[in-house]
């Protein structure tokens, strides 16, 4: 039975290391970590391997970078994630795209390899171009000589699928700026790579992994359930990412459009109640969508049930089939990283 305490969080909390601070050291405030997904494996493997550049070694990009089996160059803006690259055995490039500094030429040898593109639309209220980043890293790996690209976009194109199913097939329908602006990336991305490489577009939901789950919130009682959380939705664990990837960059594969995601839809309230059940929380209040802030709300409104079945013809299958495997692994990485509190040991 979920515990309450007061202001709503978990009994547990104390004793749990939050998802802020994983994420001052491993997410977007900080260096990157790798959470002990797949080791690189031998380095002098690893340099008979085929090249891959990936643009954009955030979340997604580091666990790709980690599984890749050759040689791997990953770009950031930042120093520090720059050094935390290198000391992973990634090699940093810093490239500040669309920021009108000159870019790196990176080795010949790179020339015929691959790239996967994590980079989305710019957010940013004030940009003038939201697509301007994307388009300098394309033309930029026009000219190491890439041969083929993965190019993670969002099911964010299909719009609102009231609760209907989509697939790798189903027309893109976006009903936001959000969805419009990926299907615009996917079109801009197409454009520029026709006739010059392969290009797989793989289409995400909500991703998630340690350091990149509902914990925190909960814990903190900051989470809201809006509208019931009643809607359709998938999750993908991060490294279940990079596998399919690795499986769009075979020689077999011949590019298009593809879903990668888990294999069970569920209802948000699901996912929230069985989180809640093993962190020890009382399940949190329901509130409208009118409530939440406009540029979230399409995160709420898409509920859709996503089909993978056209990547998993290739061979591919999540190791991760529903958050049920997925959370408590994410959970157990992070705990692994929280040295045992005092009284613990």
Same mark, same amino acid.
């Given at each position: ?9 978990? @009994? ?38 085929? &090249? ?12 790709? *970078? #980690? ?40 080795? #010949? ?5 691959? @790239? ?12 003038? $171009? ?6 300098? *890293? ?30 790798? @097939?189903? &027309? ?62 998938? =999750? ?5 990412? @990079? ?8 020689? $077999? ?8 995601? $888990? ?33 979230? =709300?399409?995160? !709420? ?7 993978? $079945? ?5 061979? !591919?299958?999540?190791? !991760? ?8 692994? *994410? ?12 009284? #613990?040991?």
């Amino acid at each position: 039975m979920p515990n309450s305490t007061r202001g709503g969080g978990c @009994a547990k909390s104390d004793s749990r290391r939050s998802q802020s601070s994983l994420m001052t050291r491993g997410g977007r405030g900080g260096p990157l970590r790798s959470w002990g997904v797949a080791p690189m494996g031998d380095a002098a493997v690893r340099e008979q391997g085929r &090249p891959v550049v990936v643009c954009g070694c955030g979340y997604s990009g580091r666990a790709i *970078a #980690e599984h890749w089996p050759g040689p791997v160059w990953g770009t950031t803006r930042s120093e520090e994630r720059a050094a935390d690259l290198e000391s992973a055995g990634i090699r940093a490039v810093q490239a500040a795209f669309a920021a009108g500094e000159p870019l790196p030429t990176l080795p #010949e040898s790179v020339a015929g390899g691959a @790239a996967v593109l994590t980079m989305g639309p710019d957010r940013s209220p004030d940009v003038r $171009d939201p697509h301007a980043a994307l388009a300098e *890293a394309l033309d930029w790996l026009i000219r190491q000589g890439i041969t083929d690209v993965v190019y993670l976009s969002s099911t964010s194109v299909y719009g609102r699928s009231r609760g209907g199913e989509v697939t790798a @097939a189903t &027309p893109v329908n976006p009903e936001d700026e959000m969805g419009l602006r990926r299907v615009e990336a996917e079109t801009l991305v197409r454009d520029r790579l026709q006739g010059r490489s392969r290009l797989s577009t793989l289409r995400l939901p909500g991703i998630y992994g340690p350091g990149r789950t509902i914990r925190q919130r909960l814990e903190a009682g900051r989470y809201r359930l809006v509208e019931g959380g009643t809607m359709f939705s998938n =999750r993908i664990f991060v490294d279940d990412i @990079a596998t399919a990837v690795l499986r769009l960059l075979d020689e $077999d594969v011949r590019g298009g459009i593809w879903i990668a995601c $888990d294999d069970e839809p569920f209802q948000v309230r699901d996912m929230v109640r069985f989180a809640c059940d093993h962190l020890g929380c009382p399940m949190p209040p329901e509130v409208p969508l009118s409530s939440v802030p406009e540029r979230i =709300r399409p995160f !709420w409104q898409g509920n859709r049930r996503c089909n993978a $079945d056209r990547l998993k013809a290739l061979g !591919w299958a999540p190791r !991760w089939p529903s958050y049920r495997e997925g959370l408590p692994e *994410a959970w157990r990485r992070e705990d692994e990283e929280q040295p045992p509190a005092e009284g #613990e040991r």
